[in-house]
């Protein structure tokens, strides 16, 4: 789908603060507060738009640790992946879990409040995986980007 430079500032705005009022976004892009609000319905039912969430502190939280964990299965077939990434989902302590290509299968990225409680994740979650052959965990000494939003203008 292509976006027009009034989709484009509607998103570049709503990354700024998804709370914004519709009536101050329209102002700020230039369209009525109606015609905003069917632009932004429109980018939300074609899929530009998936969601709002607010974006919370994980020192706030306590979690002062965030591993990446490479997975690798022990076989690789469609039920195998749809059994590993139903216990994902269903893991409170993953945030990220992605399908990779290359040496590894999976690559995910747990938040933990201390090695201590890492522990306890790698223990009762993250070794109970199904199909799990290897895991391999590397510790975040800290955070040099971690980027929620993405500059619009860039992508082409």
């Known amino acids: 789908?292509?976006?027009?430079?009034?989709?484009?500032?509607?998103?570049?705005?709503?990354?700024?603060?998804?709370?914004?009022?519709?009536?101050d976004l329209a102002n700020r892009v230039g369209l009525s507060p109606s015609a905003c609000s069917r632009r932004i319905e429109h980018l939300e039912k074609n899929g530009t738009i998936e969601g709002y969430q607010a974006l919370i502190s994980n020192k706030a939280l306590g979690q002062t640790i965030t591993s990446i964990v490479h997975i690798t299965l022990d076989r690789q077939s469609g039920a195998d992946y749809e059994a590993f990434e139903k216990a994902v989902s269903d893991c409170p302590y993953i945030v990220a879990c992605?399908?990779?290509?290359?040496?590894?299968?999976?690559?995910?990225?747990?938040?933990?409040?201390?090695?201590?409680?890492?522990?306890?994740?790698?223990?009762?979650?993250?070794?109970?995986?199904?199909?799990?052959?290897?895991?391999n965990s590397s510790f975040a000494m800290r955070t040099v980007v971690n980027r929620a939003n993405i500059d619009i203008t860039a992508v082409e």
């Open 98 to 135: 992605f399908l990779m290509s290359g040496e590894h299968d999976y690559v995910i990225r747990v938040n933990a409040n201390d090695m201590e409680h890492f522990e306890y994740i790698h223990k009762h979650w993250l070794s109970t995986l199904p199909g799990i052959l290897r895991i």
């Open 1 to 23: 789908m292509k976006l027009d430079k009034i989709d484009t500032a509607i998103l570049i705005a709503l990354q700024e603060n998804a709370r914004t009022s519709n009536v």
